[in-house]
DNA sequence: TATATATTGTTGT
DNA sequence: ACAACAATATATA
């Protein structure tokens, strides 16, 4: 069973993919194409809680792609909310290179659940979805992480 | 400060 | 086999 919807969040349309009670996709949508649904209502409720309080119930939702793809994602969900780390670094510590990395976060499925936006360049903020389009989201996601996070 | 160029590993064609 | 890419180190002015 599959089940499309679409979440308004704060700073823009978020429309999800459930297949089999699974979470496997959730992407950043210009409008709102598909309709609220019930099957939908624990995803909605944990969307409902990150753009409150930033935390993030990282239980069920299940990626797909290649192994490199699922190796680097599995690293950046234990990446902390508030903090960043670098292309290279997660590079260095996967034995790739910082290009892979940018390609691997690129292909992310699942949006803000595998935090590809705690991932930055070196000297900047780097990319979010596939170019400069969209740096703004990635900013206020992290704002929104920092400024809920206590140091 | 800024531009240029080489090097880099994975992915899509 | 090859070109694209959400990067980075180094060199030059």
Known sequence: MIINTTY???IGYLN???LEQVLTNLNWSAEQTFTSHDHASHIHHALDNYFHTADLNQDI???QGSTFQRKVWQRMITIPKGSTISYGQLAKELNTSA???GQACKSNPILLFIPCHRVVAKTHLGGYISGTDHLDKKE?????EQSNTEI
């Open 99 to 101: 290009r892979a990395i």
């Open 8 to 10: 308004r969040s704060p």
């Open 16 to 18: 999800i993919t459930i």
């Open 61 to 63: 939702f299940k990626p």
């Open 140 to 144: 206020w996601l992290l704002d929104h």
